[in-house]
T-cell receptor, first 114, second 114 residues
């Protein structure tokens, strides 16, 4: 069984469109994350939720809006897509939001903006 | 801010050889984690070492931590072609309250040639 699954795996769309990425974890973890990995493989946290509540919100444009309907799901909606949004987006989860806790990652959603 | 910096950026070795990757960080840490990322996949947690530990082993992996030099190393012994991947170190930073976020380095791309 896949622990952290995100859909779709690939997303190709035009500039200006709105798109969503979904993530689900079946590990029973309390905390979920969204990361962005750029073309140079640099991975940066965007958001973190603990038990459906937003706890970390990095400097991310307002066009990005996460939503957590329950603690097993964390979705990411992106409005008015721009060329610079092209990247791989990873969802992750961990047992808690405290330090020293390993994170489990999905296999990523590769977003390409035309 | 970027906390971890891996060195070298890329490493190519023959199967059976040992591979050593280094990570330096800037501020004090409570723990440090190493992750592996195979091409097209998500990150996989390898090992966590706490600030009061100097060395930790897991199978063919050996991690050291030198808090006085703010550096860590990951040694993979008797490498296999399947070890070909990018390796990242990550440190915890406070994200607000009792919540922490992981800050990743740029990674080392390890290629193990058969």
């Amino acid at each position: 069984d896949t622990a952290v699954s995100q859909t779709p795996k690939y997303l190709v769309t035009q500039m200006g469109n709105d798109k969503s990425i979904k993530c689900e974890q079946n590990l029973g973890h309390d905390t979920m994350y969204w990361y962005k990995q750029d073309s140079k493989k640099f991975l940066k946290i965007m958001f973190s939720y603990n038990n459906k509540e937003l706890i970390i919100n990095e400097t991310v444009p307002n066009r990005f809006s996460p939503k957590s309907p329950d603690k097993a799901h964390l979705n990411l909606h992106i409005n008015s897509l721009e060329l610079g949004d092209s990247a791989v987006y990873f969802c992750a989860s961990s047992l808690s939001s405290g330090g020293g806790v390993p994170q489990h990652f999905g296999d990523g959603t590769r977003l390409s903006i035309l | 801010s970027q906390q971890g910096e891996e060195d070298p950026q890329a490493l190519s070795i023959q199967e059976g050889e040992n591979a050593t990757m280094n990570c330096s960080y800037k501020t004090s840490i409570n723990n440090l984690q190493w992750y592996r990322q195979n091409s097209g996949r998500g990150l996989v947690h390898l090992i966590l070492i706490r600030s009061n530990e100097r060395e930790k082993h897991s199978g063919r992996l050996r991690v050291t931590l030198d808090t006085s030099k703010k550096s860590s190393s990951l040694l993979i012994t008797a490498s296999r072609a399947a070890d070909t991947a990018s390796y990242f170190c990550a440190t915890d930073e406070r994200g607000g309250g009792s919540n922490y976020k992981l800050t990743f380095g740029k990674g080392t791309l390890l290629t193990v040639n058969p």
